[in-house]
């Protein structure tokens, strides 16, 4: 901010302050009695000052004992502020130290007169404040620092920008609109401008400038020289302290349907900068997208073909709700950039897929653990419980053998993947080993069935591909009782060492847990459909 011209501005402050805010010399105001201190006799004093929190702002409270009156002025050259306590003397004990806190840069206690104790708090600038009697505390008085201005800016350079107000503390706030020419106006309430007025330029698309003044001691008032009156939302910023969000409620431009395949997408355009907050039902098997801070025209956006995938709708006066249906078998993602959202219905490729996903161990049966504690029971729970949300989200139905820390039987887990007719079930495991350097992936199938030993190498290569582990083979053995007794393909996936430093420290890894995860779910669907020669695999 420009700071020049600052004697005018003082002295307009001062001329202010005089007007509206201060009582005139000579003039007092009562303040409560208190109980004389101890010691004190029936001396009336001023005990002491001390500083305390108000919502941010600088506050300092007097305590005082017996009956005055007081008055507070500003001065400037150098700025301070005088408070005179009328019928109170400075205590004995009285101390300032330790009392300075940007901007007071000190404060100094005295005899002014014979029954007037003076009190000056010395200022970096001259600012507002709020001096009264603090309820319910007799003898007290509450000096408030004004808050201060301290930016104004936008956040982006769109058609409806978000203008943020950063103040030293939070404040209250009033807006109101002037038409021909159209401009918004907002009041801060308790807030100083440090310098003088200055003007800050808009974004030439709906604010043309911003002119900040100081409209009188106690309020800032901006003026935002507009193109035309829109709505606007004003709220406290959930994450920066002192910060005001000026948003402007947003007008819907457009919104397309393309028709791809069996599913499709839809495009909405907005004149600023959208959020979307989407919930999916399943019951209904729509998602519903709600927009707040927004708006549209009815009839500009009604639907002018049967085929209209999507509908809109006003769900309160600030949020539109759009809602689109999402065919059984397909799957949506939803993706916003600044003021465009995109949503694509596409085919889930493990639609109508029952996959059954094993956690290894359990309950009282620990598995390996590592010498640092890692048990393996806990390791494959958790990958399992991803690997599950990572396959529905391809459209599989998902069952665990196991969603807590219980013991189950082998033979009691096959059952479950046999009664539901699975499509394939995969038992999570982490191998171990009395040589501490052995490392690897080991998968595990039944030597006598193909697609077993075909799913083996799917999950295999894919895992591999992600970790850059290395691989101890694509094993046979009749004796595992899970790919032996199950009715559909099963492997057992043994997903590194934990007896070996190196790889238990990465399975600790969350990141690298992911990257198993990712590496079966594309293994899934290399199994169930190939890819072609030549053809990319994601």
């Not at 599913?263 to 909405?268: H, R, Y």
Request: with cysteine; proline share 6%; glycine share 8%.
């Amino acid at each position: 901010m420009k700071r020049s011209s600052v004697g005018l501005v003082i002295s307009f402050l001062l001329l202010l302050f005089s007007i509206y805010v201060l009582p005139a010399q000579g003039e007092t105001a009562p303040a409560s009695p208190a109980s004389p201190a101890a010691g004190s006799g029936t001396g009336q004093y001023l005990l002491g000052i001390e500083t305390q929190a108000d919502q941010g702002r600088l506050c300092y409270i007097l305590k005082t004992a017996g009956e005055f009156t007081y008055q507070s002025f500003l001065l400037e050259n150098p700025a301070r502020l005088v408070i005179d306590l009328r019928g109170l003397e400075p205590a004995p004990q009285l101390t300032t130290a330790d009392l300075a806190n940007p901007p007071v840069k000190g404060i100094r206690v005295s005899r002014f007169t014979e029954d007037t104790t003076r009190v000056v708090f010395d200022l970096e600038y001259l600012l507002g404040y709020r001096l009264e009697p603090v309820a319910g505390e007799a003898g007290e008085l509450q000096l408030v620092f004004n808050a201060t201005l301290k930016d104004i800016s936008f956040a982006s350079a769109t058609e409806a920008p978000v203008l943020y107000i950063d103040t030293s503390a939070a404040v209250n706030y009033r807006t109101d609109y002037l038409l021909d020419p159209h401009r918004l106006i907002i009041d801060l309430w308790e807030v100083t401008l440090t310098g003088p007025a200055f003007t800050i330029p808009g974004n030439n698309k709906w604010v043309k400038s911003i002119r900040v003044s100081q409209f009188d001691p106690q309020t800032i008032r901006l003026v935002l020289e507009i193109q035309e009156p829109r709505n606007c939302m004003i709220s406290a910023d959930p994450v920066v302290p002192g910060r005001l969000v000026v948003k402007t409620v947003q007008e819907l431009k457009e919104a397309t349907w393309v028709k791809k395949g069996s599913g499709g997408e839809l495009v909405i355009k907005s004149a600023g900068a959208l959020q979307a907050v989407p919930v999916w039902d399943p019951a209904a098997g729509k998602l519903l997208i709600d927009l707040p801070q927004t708006t549209f025209d009815e009839a500009a956006f009604a639907a002018p073909a049967k085929e209209q995938a999507y509908r809109l709708s006003k769900k309160d006066g600030l949020t539109v709700q759009v809602e689109l249906p999402v065919p059984a078998g397909h799957q949506y993602s939803l993706t916003v950039e600044q003021d465009t959202l995109r949503v694509t219905i596409k085919d889930a490729p493990l639609s109508g897929k029952i996959i059954v996903v094993d956690a290894g161990h359990g309950g009282i049966d620990s598995g390996a653990i590592s010498k640092s504690g890692l048990r393996e029971k806990d390791l494959n729970f958790d990958v399992a419980v991803r690997l599950k949300q990572y396959l529905e989200e391809l459209g599989a139905q998902v069952l665990l053998t196991r969603d807590d820390d219980r013991y189950l039987w082998l033979y009691d887990r096959v059952a479950i993947a046999n009664r539901v007719g699975a499509a394939v079930m995969i038992s999570i495991h982490a191998n171990n080993h009395d040589n501490s350097n052995i490392r690897g992936v080991e998968v595990w199938h039944h030597p006598d069935r193909k697609e077993s030993a075909f799913l083996a190498r799917c999950l295999a290569e894919e895992v591999l591909r992600r970790t850059g582990l290395p691989s101890r083979g694509i094993l046979a053995s009749k004796d595992f009782v899970i790919p032996r007794e199950a009715e559909m393909p099963s492997v057992i996936f043994e997903m590194g060492f934990i007896s070996n430093k190196e790889e238990e420290k990465l399975l600790r890894t969350v990141e690298f847990r992911e990257k198993i995860v990712a590496g079966l779910g594309q293994g899934l669907l290399n199994y169930f459909a190939p890819p072609t020669a030549g053809q990319e695999q994601k």
